[in-house]
């Protein structure tokens, strides 16, 4: 190497040892966070977003400050997150709707598979395939299913809402079993568990805190559950894959992103900051009274459930014919 050379080399070692610590070094929040809940407070979003926001800042050592934006099916705090500067300062809790909307919506101003950083799936909220017994002589899917083909012109089950994880679970559930039965939608789990009740419709999927007491009560019964593997609170109710539909598997879900371009020192304190306040006991004894199952996911794998929870929602929403409603 010649003089020339190594004083050029000299000269560079600090820069790049420089960037070398920039790129390596933990990062910190500067001012309070501001997370976006793009839904009305008192809902399933705006419940983990604020219990979430007291450990994660006692953690990061700056308020995180909920701030509800809601308003069509979550785009809007969606499209308020997506225009945030990204500097690790704006964060969003958003529901499965976030790989569901890109399918409903149209002119949307930003990209839902472009404009985020995911962080973390945070929560699982299993369902819950309900029947009322009085109406219904069925204990599990296959007796369903063998009871329901020979009327199913005449039938029709509720859900929370069009293209809510129930509307879909539903609509994935039917399509596997080759049943057209008709679709209600209510404006919340409640008014259709109510008329599910009332035996004027045959089935809904419904989440555990809405329909575990029922069940227990023995007012419905629990044909199968849409996770994976049985839940805690029901280990003697098989899940639908388990009775004949192999792979099935559709929860509501809640997940933390950043907007696109956010550092990447400053998405893994986030994901650090989210996984501690999710391993705080108060907030494990709030998920659990709600039927959440608390995740954590690092945000690679988070990043491909999304991706792959796009694909499989737009399938379902063409397949049954889905519109925005």
């Given at each position: 190497m010649n003089r020339r050379s190594l004083i050029t080399a000299a000269l560079a070692a600090p820069a790049l040892a420089s960037v070398a610590r920039a790129q390596g070094a933990a990062w910190s929040p500067s001012r309070p966070i501001r997370l976006i809940a793009p839904y009305p407070p008192g809902g399933g979003v705006d419940t983990t977003s604020r219990l979430l926001a007291g450990p994660m800042g006692a953690l990061l050592g700056q308020p995180v400050v909920v701030e509800n934006r809601a308003g069509a099916g979550g785009s809007i705090g969606a499209a308020e997150l997506a225009r945030s500067a990204p500097d690790g300062?704006?964060?969003?809790?958003?529901?499965?709707?976030h790989t569901v909307n890109p399918h409903l919506i149209r002119n949307l101003p930003f990209d839902y598979a472009t404009a985020f950083a995911p962080i973390s799936q945070v929560v699982v909220l299993p369902q819950i395939l309900a029947v009322n017994p009085q109406k219904v002589p069925a204990k599990t899917v296959q007796e369903f299913l063998a009871w329901a083909r020979p009327r199913a012109?005449?039938?029709?089950?509720?859900?929370?809402?069009?293209?809510?994880?129930?509307?879909?679970?539903?609509?994935?559930?039917?399509?596997?079993?080759?049943?057209?039965?008709?679709?209600?939608?209510?404006?919340?789990?409640?008014p259709a568990l109510q008329d599910l009740l009332g035996g004027n419709i045959v089935f809904v999927f419904g989440t555990v805190s809405s329909t575990l007491q029922l069940v227990r009560d023995g007012r419905l019964v629990a044909l199968g559950v849409s996770t994976a593997q049985r839940i805690a609170p029901l280990p003697e109710v098989p899940t639908i894959a388990e009775q004949g539909f192999e792979g099935f598997e559709l929860n509501e879900w809640n997940g933390l992103y950043a907007p696109a371009g956010t550092p990447a020192p400053a998405v893994q304190r986030l994901f650090e900051a989210a996984?501690?306040?999710?391993?705080?006991?108060?907030?494990?004894?709030?998920?659990?009274?709600?039927?959440a199952l608390p995740l954590g996911t690092e945000p690679a794998a988070f990043a491909r459930h999304v991706a792959e929870q796009r694909e499989l929602m737009g399938r379902i929403v063409r397949e049954a014919r889905i519109e925005a409603g």
């Open positions: 300062h704006s964060i969003m809790v958003d529901a499965m709707a012109r005449e039938l029709s089950y509720g859900s929370s809402g069009n293209a809510t994880a129930a509307h879909l679970a539903a609509a994935l559930f039917l399509n596997r079993a080759g049943l057209d039965i008709t679709h209600v939608p209510y404006r919340g789990g409640t996984r501690h306040a999710l391993a705080d006991a108060t907030v494990r004894q709030r998920l659990d009274a709600l039927g």
